[in-house]
């Protein structure tokens, strides 16, 4: 089963490391990770997918508690959030079938960022069902090249997992 | 005033008490050094940085203090990873220091240059690179907060060298900064009265206490605990010590080479208490049949330990001296005769034992040296066959008094940590306990330990093999020994002899009963040569479920 874990880190140098040196020496799956700093700029906020069942989940969140650079861990698999990645996507695209393939973005709300002369560019972003059947839409054309943030997520209504307050960290 | 961050950094080592550092200079230490010099804090010059770090840890061990070592950039560096993965695994407080290359030439593979916070991540409990000389009181200030309290670790610190020229003005902070690092001591009432429950209602208690009782100073509590409800107590091999070998109710060790009577206990107990343990491999063995019949209370300060390795009834986060403070007030005074009885019937069916016969056994060396020094000695050992013996045969009554690596069994780890901490309690008697192995690993701090004239008394249980590693083949691979016996072993008593230091043979039980009242009397060091009977293996054994001897 998929994990969806939100972790809030001190924005100290090498703090990535530590968390992803954690799961690679404990064994455990990271199926998605997006990292970037969150309304305070003390504080990064990592967004981490992870497989694994109930005792894996309960040990990966109580490591990542026990780094001093981890402010917050919660698992908000069980909560109702909301979910969002980002995809651009580069497909080939001759002149001719251009107006086909801007009528696969607009199905999907994507953007056209960007032309060549034989290319289109366009951005997506959604749930992962939805960028999977973008992605699917698009492959007939020759996807030449295809990148995604990871997810990242929020707690809907007026629930939080961040924390208020932090202060400026002296180191 | 203004100082260089170096004079800040040794003024800092002055406001946290520290009387100590072990060391081994180099080039991106020396604004360091050049201020060491002047201050009271006494530095010990080892031969190696493994000797450092480990005289650090045995120090660390011995008094209860966070122990402090300082290495240069590089090779100097890595030399001390052993022991701090050692410090690690036994929960083990140290701060320690390390020089880097200017910050100028951080990341270009300068000469010495290591990324030794990269290097050290998954084997410190922290690690800092102190880039910002104005960041440098703050981090130490975190750093030893950070390894002596909760579950105790080893703190690095790089030190890049042009950052230690720097001037600050030195105010040492008071508090600490650490946005999300509390580690909790208080137990949870509900669970703790859960545990009573479950105490009050079992028939076949049995106390698990490991290395957790000795670091948070828990053993009087433990002994009440045993004393109220009647419960038999066995220990880890890092929790040995934390309840007195000669008590009544004492199981020894379990797990792997524990007395057969601890591990059956185990496995016929209805209710099994483990305090301040992390249900070790060496342990369990097999997760699936360790205390079958059990239900388990599990009491740590590492909320991680509960239920990493073993599915717990009742789990307890909290200091364990806090939670059996706690605890103790909810439980009925019970004599469970029965069980008491069936217990001293195991401990009748199954003791240890060996055969004396008219070669040495290292099992009589160990109880010989119990009755001599009438279990009040610290005893520091290396590892392998050695430190089991020391384990079963040492009836440690005080604790603390052993001083081993335990997690990492780190082979090299007595000589350094003997002398740390004969340091530490300059007025104990401080035995090293080694084998012909373990002491080549680390041999030359022979030289420390006479510059700083320490009166060690060193057993080496000679058996010219690896002993530990040849048993290992004997069960498991069919007696094809390969690697294990050495065709040349130094003559020990001519390299104590070279050092300045008495040396003596002993072959038979009779010599050893004769010369040892002598050599622990001594007032500096001595070196015994123990020519043991070389076929002798550590016995009990599990094997993969069964048991052996």
């Known amino acids: 089963m998929y994990h969806t874990l939100t972790v809030l880190v001190a924005n100290s140098p090498g703090v990535l490391y530590r968390v992803v040196g954690l799961f690679s020496r404990r064994g455990f799956n990271i199926d998605s990770l997006a990292v970037g700093q969150t309304e305070n700029e003390n504080v990064s906020r990592m967004t981490i997918v992870v497989e694994g069942d109930a005792l894996i989940l309960e040990q990966v969140t109580k490591q990542l508690r026990k780094l001093i650079d981890v402010i917050k861990v919660s698992n908000i698999t069980a909560e109702e959030f909301v979910a969002r990645e980002l995809v651009l996507a580069k497909v080939t695209a001759n002149p001719a079938q251009r107006g086909e393939i801007m009528q696969i973005a607009d199905i999907f709300r994507a953007r056209i960022v960007d032309l060549g002369r034989r290319t289109l560019t366009l951005e997506c972003t959604g749930d992962e069902a939805k960028i999977k059947a973008f992605e699917e839409s698009l492959r007939p054309y020759g996807i030449k090249e295809l990148v995604r943030t990871g997810k990242i997520a929020l707690l809907r209504g007026s629930k939080y997992a961040g924390v208020n307050n932090i202060k400026e960290e002296a180191l | ?549």
């Not at chain 2, 800092?128 to 981090?139: A, E, N, S």
């Open chain 2, 1 to 549: 005033m203004e100082v260089t961050a170096a004079q800040a950094l040794v003024q800092a080592l002055e406001q946290e008490n520290i009387p100590i550092v072990f060391g081994y200079p180099g080039g991106s230490t020396l604004p360091v050094y050049d201020v060491l010099a002047s201050s009271a804090i006494k530095h010990v010059l080892v031969r190696h940085e493994q000797g450092a770090v480990f005289a650090a840890n045995g120090y660390a061990r011995a008094t209860g203090r966070v122990g402090v070592c300082i290495a240069t950039s590089g090779p100097g560096a890595t030399n001390l990873v052993t022991g701090i993965a050692d410090a690690y695994m036994d929960s083990v407080p140290l701060v320690i220091f390390t020089g880097q290359v200017p910050t100028t030439q951080v990341g270009t593979d300068a000469f010495q240059e290591v990324d030794i916070t990269g290097i050290t991540v998954p084997i410190t409990k922290h690690n800092y690179l102190v880039k910002d000389h104005r960041k440098l009181l703050q981090t130490i200030k975190n750093a030893f907060y950070i390894a002596a309290t909760g579950r105790p670790g080893p703190v690095l610190i790089d030190m890049p060298q042009d950052m230690l020229k720097n001037k600050i003005s030195f105010r040492y902070p008071k508090n600490v900064s650490l946005q999300s690092y509390k580690p909790v001591l208080e137990g949870h009432f509900g669970k703790i009265n859960e545990a009573a429950r479950l105490i009050n209602k079992s028939r076949r208690p049995v106390i698990y206490a490991g290395g957790g009782i000795l670091i948070s100073q828990a053993c009087e509590e433990l002994k009440q605990l045993a004393e109220v409800i009647s419960a038999p107590v066995t220990n880890t091999f890092r929790g040995l010590s934390c309840f007195s070998g000669e008590h009544p109710l004492f199981l020894g060790m379990l797990g792997l080479h524990g007395t057969r009577y601890a591990n059956l206990a185990v496995t016929e107990c209805d209710l099994l208490i483990a305090l301040g343990v992390r249900f070790d491999d060496r342990v369990t063995g097999k997760v699936a049949t360790f205390a079958p019949e059990a239900k388990i209370i599990h009491v740590d300060i590492d909320p991680a330990e509960i239920g990493k390795n073993v599915r717990i009834q009742v789990p307890i986060v909290g200091d364990v001296k806090v939670v059996l403070q706690a605890l103790l007030p909810l439980l009925k005074k019970t004599d469970r005769a029965a069980w008491l009885q069936r217990i001293e019937e195991l401990k009748k069916l199954y003791p240890l034992f060996y055969h004396q016969e008219n070669v040495l056994k290292p099992q009589f060396v160990l109880e010989e040296l119990f009755r001599l020094t009438d279990g009040e000695a610290v005893i520091a050992t290396d590892v392998g066959q050695h430190q089991m013996w020391t384990a079963q045969y040492y009836r440690f009554k005080k604790p603390g008094a052993i001083i081993s690596s335990g997690g990492l069994g780190a082979m090299g780890f007595g000589l350094p940590a003997a002398i740390g901490a004969q340091l530490g309690l300059p007025g104990e008697k401080v035995i090293l306990v080694t084998g012909d192995g373990s002491f080549q690993m680390t041999m030359p701090e022979l030289a420390t330990m006479v510059e700083q004239k320490l009166p060690l008394k060193i057993f080496i249980l000679n058996n010219r093999a690896l002993g530990m590693v040849r048993q290992l083949q004997e069960f498991y691979y069919d007696k094809r020994y390969f690697g294990v016996n050495f065709e040349f072993v130094p003559d020990f008593v001519v390299l104590a002899r070279a050092y300045g230091i008495p040396g003596y043979n002993i072959s038979t039980p009779d010599e050893l009963t004769q010369r040892l009242p002598e050599v622990l009397n001594t007032p500096g060091p001595v070196l015994v040569n123990c020519l043991i009977d070389p076929l002798e293996n550590v016995l009990p054994m599990a094997l993969s479920g069964q048991m052996t001897g």
